[in-house]
C-alpha cells in the first residue's frame, strides 16, 4: 500500500481501519479517509473482531473519482466508486477460501464456529464485490489462478515492489553482536523473516537447525512466538521489532534467507537478494515467481524441518553470484510498479463509458 501511495503521492487515501502507532509513519504525511467504525479502538487493535461488520463498512465508503485504485486482500474491492476500478489483488480472502491454512491446527472451535457461520454471507458479499471492479491485477501467478478460481475473473500479474534499497542506512543489532561474540558477522547466520502464525511454517525452519552447526536468526512477532521459542536450540536467536536500518543489516550480513510459508508473494527473498543473498525457499506459491531455482537459491518441497535440512546441505554445497542475484531483483523496484500501474490507470481512464 505504501508503494502504491508513493506511486500517486496525491491521492486521498480510503480505509477501513488506520491506526498510526501501527504502520509506517509515511502514512501520516497522507490524507487518510477512515470508515465509521474506525473510531472504534477495539477494531483498529483487532480488526479480526470487526469481521461480521466489514462488509458493510466497505459497502458505506463511496469515492468519487474517475479511477480508483484499490490495493486488497479482503474488503477495499467493495468500496463503492463513481468511476473504473482497478484492483491489485494481494489474494482472495483467505479466511473464506483458504481457511484450513488461514487458520492452522490450533484455531478454537469458537474462530471456527464463526467463520462457518459467516462464510455464505461473506462469499456472497466478497463475489458481488468482486464483479464491481473493472480489472484486477494479481501479485503473483499464484493469486492470479486464484482470481480465476474464485472470481471467474481474468488477471495480468503485476509484482509487489521492494521499497528496500542498498542506499539505505544500515546499523548493527546489539542482541546479534553479543550473541555471536566477536565473530565476524558476514555470512554467519541464515535469516527468516516471518509472522510467527502457523501457516508461516517457522517452526519447521527452526526445526530444521537442530544438530546443524549453522547459527539461524529469526525476526518477527506473532501468536507462535512462545511455542517457536520453548523448542529452539541454542543456535537460534529469535528478535522482533527491529528497525528499517538494522533489517538491511541483518539481510546485508546474512548466509542466506531461509522460508518454509505458504506465501502468496514471495517478498523477503527480494529483500535478501537486493543485498546479493540468495534464498532456500518452499517450493510453493510466490516464491515460484520470486526466487529462480540455482541463480538466487534453492528450494525444498515440504514444509517439514528434515526437508528444509536437505535442502540447507544442498545450499552449503552450492555456490551463488551475487551480482546475478541483484539483477534478478531489479524487476521488483518501486519504479517499475508505479510505472505499470499508471499504465493501468491510463489504459481504465481511456475506455468509452
Known amino acids: 500500500m505504501l508503494s502504491m501511495s508513493r506511486a500517486f503521492p496525491d491521492a486521498p487515501i480510503y480505509t477501513l481501519l488506520y491506526d498510526p502507532e501501527n504502520t509506517y509513519p509515511e502514512f501520516a ?34 469515492i468519487d473519482a474517475d479511477v480508483v485504485v484499490t490495493s486488497s486482500s479482503g474488503w477495499a474491492h467493495g468500496f463503492q466508486t463513481t468511476g ?20 492452522g491446527d490450533d ?28 480489472r484486477y491485477l494479481a501479485v503473483s501467478t ?19 515492489p521492494v521499497a528496500m534499497t542498498r542506499s539505505g542506512a544500515t546499523e548493527p543489532v546489539p542482541e546479534l553482536v553479543d ?18 502464525l502457523p501457516y508461516k511454517n517457522v517452526d519447521a525452519v527452526v526445526g530444521a537447525f537442530a544438530g546443524r552447526p549453522q547459527r539461524l536468526v529469526v525476526v518477527g512477532r506473532g501468536p507462535d512466538a512462545e511455542r517457536i521459542a520453548a523448542t529452539k536450540t541454542p543456535n537460534v536467536l529469535m528478535l522482533s521489532d527491529l528497525t528499517d536500518a538494522q ?22 527473498p527480494i529483500e535478501a537478494g ?7 525457499v518452499l517450493r510453493w506459491g510466490g516464491f515460484l515467481d520470486t526466487v529462480a531455482e540455482g541463480i538466487t537459491g534453492v528450494y525444498f518441497d515440504s514444509p517439514e524441518s528434515a526437508s528444509i535440512s536437505e535442502a540447507l546441505d544442498r545450499f552449503e554445497n552450492s555456490s551463488f553470484d551475487p ?18 500501474l499508471h499504465a493501468a490507470v491510463d489504459e481504465l481512464a481511456a475506455r468509452p463509458s
Open 29 to 62: 504525511e497522507r490524507d487518510i479517509r477512515v470508515s465509521r467504525i474506525n473510531g472504534i479502538g477495539l477494531f483498529r487493535r483487532y480488526h479480526r473482531a470487526a469481521l461480521p461488520i466489514l462488509p458493510l463498512a466497505a459497502n458505506s465508503i463511496k
Open 84 to 103: 473504473r476500478k482497478l484492483v491489485h489483488c494481494h489474494s482472495p480472502a483467505r479466511w473464506l477460501y483458504f481457511q484450513d491454512k488461514y487458520l
Open 107 to 134: 484455531a478454537g472451535l469458537a474462530k471456527r464456529a464463526v467463520l462457518a457461520a459467516t462464510s455464505g454471507y461473506l462469499r456472497a458479499w466478497d463475489r458481488r464485490a468482486a464483479a464491481s471492479c473493472d
Open 142 to 160: 499464484v493469486i492470479q489462478q486464484r482470481i480465476a478460481d474464485a472470481y471467474g475473473i481474468s488477471a495480468d500479474v503485476l509484482p509487489s
Open 179 to 196: 550473541w555471536l561474540g566477536g565473530e565476524d558477522p558476514d555470512e554467519a547466520f541464515y535469516l527468516c523473516v516471518s509472522r510467527l
Open 247 to 268: 533489517m538491511s543489516w541483518l539481510y546485508q550480513h546474512s548466509r542466506a534467507l531461509v522460508a518454509a510459508s505458504y506465501e502468496d508473494f514471495g517478498l523477503t
Open 274 to 280: 537486493v543485498w546479493g543473498r540468495p534464498s532456500v
Open 323 to 340: 551480482d546475478k542475484v541483484k539483477l534478478h531483483v531489479e524487476q521488483f523496484t518501486e519504479e517499475r510498479y508505479s510505472a505499470a
